[in-house]
């Protein structure tokens, strides 16, 4: 279909009202997609994708004021809106494919979808889900379509087998983890001394081919913990000035508060926006990223949690990794003073390699030794500016970890006797890809945690608690 008519079918898939106005339309040889955005407010928009050979839906959302209304409809009703959507974009699509689900969430919306099955099992990334609020409109909708390529094993092996062979390596690591609450069940944001399950595989093949569990590692050469030191010649330099940014030089673009960090895009007041009528994806990503600075900064303490620079920076210098670690060793102080007492760096045997004349430095958090779990800092510095263009911070404020007990009450093996208790596998269909992307689906086995409300990411080494994850 040409590119007029599926924005036609888009515009009235979308009931695209004059409220909004096209931010985004690309096509290429599969699909098309087109985003509106709501004049009043730049975070409500309307995103409809299109395949490009006869205009089928394929993907569609609508964002909508926290305030869905009160409902006028009954579940059963619900349900049917839901499916004669279905039904008009793709006829035979609830008759073809089993009903997986059918749920509310949260406090204005329902979910429905389903899926292809295959010996009584969905296959993952099949069929469609739906959602809709209760007063009956339409906010979500995801079409995967059938699938192909199902290999159907001619015998699988033995269950009791396979237990073994994941409990015979199974493995723990002590460390300390924080359990946020929008991630694990009872979360209460605080760091956690825990063992975390370390499994032999993420699956096993159902026809017991263990060849399809070898994958060849990248060698990315030794690694060595050296402590940290604070560069001894001492400069007067600020935060701002180790990042190249002078606020009477850039103008705010945008600002976005994600919960625990605010982002803050910066940019330079020079900058000479792309005027032209081009509302491709590369276009739209061109004018929102071109020569900015953005700053996210913790919503609690203000301290930098990281830096992305778009800006085209490229100075006359020739800086030596020894150098550049320097800039990367004030910078990292500047924002930790205590940093030797809690950080180590990441040297490699390829660490003095350059990529796109940026040096990388990678700051890994511990505690009494103990490691912290998404503890790493990230610190990119420019060799021909010296000023820092990528800066990624911890997840967890070393400060915090004061309050950590780092001695674990309950041994390993306790551990490991907690999480056998909980541990079982099942069968279920996955779906994989080869080396030339082509996707097929296989059967396997794969962990399962039947007595509990979700997967099992940690053991409290305090008090032997399983800590749940949400996902």
Same mark, same amino acid.
């Not at 040409?2 to 599969?30: P, Q, S």
């Not at 060849?216 to 400069?235: A, N, Q, S």
């Not at 996707?439 to 007595?451: D, E, H, K, R």
């Given at each position: 279909?040409?590119?007029?008519?599926?924005?036609?079918?888009?515009?009235?898939?979308?009931?695209?009202?004059?409220?909004?106005?096209?931010?985004?339309?690309?096509?290429?040889?599969?699909?098309?997609?087109?985003?509106?955005?709501?004049?009043?407010?730049?975070?409500?928009?309307?995103?409809?994708?299109?395949?490009?050979?006869?205009?089928?839906?394929?993907?569609?959302?609508?964002?909508?004021?926290?305030?869905?209304?009160?409902?006028?409809?009954?579940?059963?009703?619900?349900?049917?809106?839901?499916?004669?959507?279905?039904?008009?974009?793709?006829?035979?699509?609830?008759?073809?494919?089993?009903?997986?689900?059918?749920?509310?969430?949260?406090?204005?919306?329902?979910?429905?979808?389903?899926?292809?099955?295959?010996?009584?099992?969905?296959?993952?990334?099949?069929?469609?889900?739906?959602?809709?609020?209760?007063?009956?409109?339409?906010?979500?909708?995801?079409?995967?379509?059938?699938?192909?390529?199902?290999?159907?094993?001619?015998?699988?092996?033995?269950?009791?087998?396979?237990?073994?062979?994941?409990?015979?390596?199974?493995?723990?690591?002590?460390?300390?983890?924080?359990?946020?609450?929008?991630?694990?069940?009872?979360?209460?944001?605080?760091?956690?001394?825990?063992?975390?399950?370390?499994?032999?595989?993420?699956?096993?093949?159902?026809?017991?081919?263990?060849?399809?569990?070898?994958?060849?590692?990248?060698?990315?050469?030794?690694?060595?913990?050296?402590?940290?030191?604070?560069?001894?010649?001492?400069?007067?330099?600020?935060?701002?000035?180790?990042?190249?940014?002078?606020? /009477?030089?850039? =103008?705010?673009? +945008?600002?976005?508060?994600? !919960?625990?960090?605010? @982002?803050? #895009?910066?940019? $330079? %007041?020079?900058?000479?926006?792309?005027?032209?009528?081009?509302?491709?994806?590369?276009?739209?990503?061109?004018?929102?990223?071109? /020569?900015?600075? =953005?700053?996210? +900064?913790?919503?609690?303490? !203000?301290?930098?949690? @990281?830096? #992305?620079?778009? $800006? %085209?920076?490229?100075?006359?210098?020739?800086?030596?990794?020894?150098?550049?670690?320097?800039?990367?060793?004030?910078?990292?102080?500047?924002?930790?003073?205590?940093?030797?007492?809690?950080?180590?760096?990441?040297?490699?045997?390829?660490?003095?390699?350059?990529?796109?004349?940026?040096?990388?430095?990678?700051?890994?958090?511990?505690?009494?030794?103990?490691?912290?779990?998404?503890?790493?800092?990230?610190?990119?510095?420019?060799?021909?500016?010296?000023?820092?263009?990528?800066?990624?911070?911890?997840?967890?404020?070393?400060?915090?970890?004061?309050?950590?007990?780092?001695?674990?009450?309950?041994?390993?093996?306790?551990?490991?006797?907690?999480?056998?208790?909980?541990?079982?596998?099942?069968?279920?269909?996955?779906?994989?890809?080869?080396?030339?992307?082509?996707?097929?689906?296989?059967?396997?086995?794969?962990?399962?945690?039947?007595?509990?409300?979700?997967?099992?990411?940690?053991?409290?080494?305090?008090?032997?608690?399983?800590?749940?994850?949400?996902?």
């Amino acid at each position: 279909m040409l590119l007029d008519e599926l924005r036609k079918r888009a515009l009235h898939i979308g009931d695209v009202t004059k409220e909004y106005e096209l931010l985004m339309e690309d096509i290429n040889e599969e699909d098309a997609v087109f985003v509106w955005k709501y004049k009043e407010n730049e975070e409500r928009g309307i995103f409809v994708e299109l395949k490009v050979d006869d205009g089928s839906l394929i993907n569609y959302s609508k964002d909508l004021n926290s305030d869905s209304g009160t409902s006028s409809y009954i579940e059963e009703q619900l349900r049917g809106i839901a499916l004669e959507f279905v039904k008009r974009q793709h006829p035979d699509a609830p008759e073809f494919f089993t009903m997986k689900e059918w749920e509310k969430i949260g406090e204005n919306k329902y979910r429905l979808s389903y899926v292809q099955t295959e010996f009584h099992l969905p296959l993952p990334f099949s069929g469609f889900y739906i959602e809709i609020t209760v007063n009956g409109e339409i906010i979500n909708f995801r079409y995967y379509g059938k699938a192909v390529n199902v290999q159907i094993p001619n015998s699988v092996v033995d269950k009791d087998m396979v237990m073994k062979e994941y409990l015979a390596e199974l493995d723990f690591e002590l460390l300390i983890s924080e359990i946020s609450s929008d991630i694990y069940v009872e979360g209460d944001n605080l760091p956690h001394l825990v063992y975390e399950p370390s499994l032999p595989f993420r699956f096993y093949p159902g026809n017991g081919d263990k060849k399809a569990l070898e994958f060849e590692e990248e060698d990315e050469g030794v690694e060595r913990l050296e402590k940290v030191t604070k560069p001894k010649e001492e400069l007067d330099v600020t935060i701002d000035e180790l990042i190249g940014f002078d606020e /009477n030089k850039f =103008k705010k673009v +945008r600002e976005q508060d994600m !919960g625990d960090v605010t @982002g803050t #895009v910066w940019q $330079l %007041e020079n900058n000479k926006e792309d005027k032209e009528n081009d509302f491709t994806i590369e276009a739209y990503f061109k004018r929102r990223n071109d /020569n900015t600075l =953005k700053i996210f +900064r913790n919503n609690e303490t !203000g301290i930098i949690h @990281g830096i #992305v620079s778009f $800006l %085209e920076r490229e100075g006359e210098k020739s800086l030596t990794y020894q150098k550049c670690k320097d800039v990367a060793l004030r910078f990292l102080f500047s924002i930790y003073p205590r940093a030797d007492r809690f950080f180590r760096i990441i040297e490699k045997d390829n660490s003095q390699e350059v990529n796109n004349n940026l040096y990388h430095y990678e700051f890994r958090l511990f505690y009494n030794e103990i490691p912290i779990r998404f503890g790493s800092i990230r610190v990119g510095v420019n060799r021909t500016t010296g000023i820092i263009d990528y800066y990624m911070g911890p997840d967890i404020f070393p400060e915090t970890l004061s309050n950590v007990a780092a001695n674990p009450a309950i041994s390993e093996t306790e551990a490991k006797e907690i999480f056998c208790d909980e541990f079982n596998i099942e069968l279920q269909w996955r779906k994989e890809y080869t080396d030339d992307n082509q996707s097929y689906y296989t059967l396997a086995y794969t962990p399962c945690y039947p007595g509990l409300s979700g997967g099992l990411s940690f053991i409290d080494a305090q008090t032997g608690t399983c800590i749940i994850n949400k996902l």
